[in-house]
Nanobody
Framework: VQLQASGGGLVQPGGSLRLSCAAF????????MNWYRQAPGKQRELVAS???????YYLDSVEGRFTISRDNAKNTVYLQMNSLKFEDTAVYYC???????????????WGQGTQVTVSS
């Protein structure tokens, strides 16, 4: 199973970006899908999470500015980031719990990071 992320870039404060992450490979289903971020010198933190049924969680500092969504048919999670701030600059990683195998075991996977830079 591979998670392929895209959509990072350079944006001015107040701007928007949309990240995408798709799961590829042989698996039964994708359960919870998450976006983490890690800024230089800081620990990786959970930014947003979405369950298979659509239940969401947001880090307090992004609540109201970021929206996580998913397309279960495409095994893809999105992160719409609006009103971006300097402090949102980080490498963003997608992460997912995936059911695989005949025994429906649950495995956790990470995608490659995508850089988001907010700068004027």
């Amino acid at each position: 199973v591979q998670l392929q992320a895209s959509g990072g870039g350079l944006v001015q404060p107040g701007g928007s970006l949309r990240l995408s992450c798709a799961a590829f490979g042989s698996f039964v289903a994708v359960n919870t899908m998450n976006w983490y971020r890690q800024a230089p010198g800081k620990q990786r933190e959970l930014v947003a999470s979405i369950g298979f049924g659509g239940h969401t969680y947001y880090l307090d500092s992004v609540e109201g500015r970021f929206t996580i969504s998913r397309d279960n048919a495409k095994n893809t999670v999105y992160l719409q980031m609006n009103s971006l701030k300097f402090e949102d600059t980080a490498v963003y990683y997608c992460n997912a719990d995936v059911y695989s195998g005949s025994d429906y075991s649950l495995y956790n996977y990470w995608g490659q990071g995508t850089q988001v830079t907010v700068s004027s």
